[in-house]
């Protein structure tokens, strides 16, 4: 599990992600579906947004396989909005919650930059 002044340090980073435009939120998320940290809307169930995020990136890297190479991320659309999911680690994934019709390419810059920070702090 991920220590206490990391959770501090990591929520710090997924607050900044708040103010960017078109994201809608944010949450660390285990690999096995559990979730670690989360900034996304009341409305939304952590724990099955969590678990759904996983299980589809589980299932990415699953079939996967045949190519012989590593999912580094997975975008899916739904009807309303996007979904991002980032490997952080070989334990815990970075998702976004995006609203649909937006410039990717600002979003992309500022989730990356947050991901590598958050990479860092959880090295060993």
Not at 3 to 25: A, M, Q
């Amino acid at each position: 599990m991920i220590e206490s002044p990391k959770i501090d340090d990591i929520t710090k980073e997924l607050d900044k992600l708040e103010l960017v435009n078109g994201i809608i939120g944010t949450a660390i998320v285990n690999r096995n579906g559990l979730t670690i940290i989360t900034r996304l809307p009341r409305d939304i169930d952590n724990r099955k947004f969590g678990a759904m995020a996983a299980t589809m990136f589980e299932a990415m890297e699953t079939a996967s396989t045949t190519l012989k190479d590593e999912v580094l991320n997975l975008t899916v659309e739904f009807d309303d909005y996007q979904l991002i999911v980032y490997v952080i680690n070989a334990e815990i994934i970075f998702v976004s919650l995006l609203e649909l019709n937006i410039d990717l390419g600002i979003v992309l810059i500022e989730i990356e930059e947050c991901k590598k920070i958050i990479q860092k702090l959880l090295e060993v």
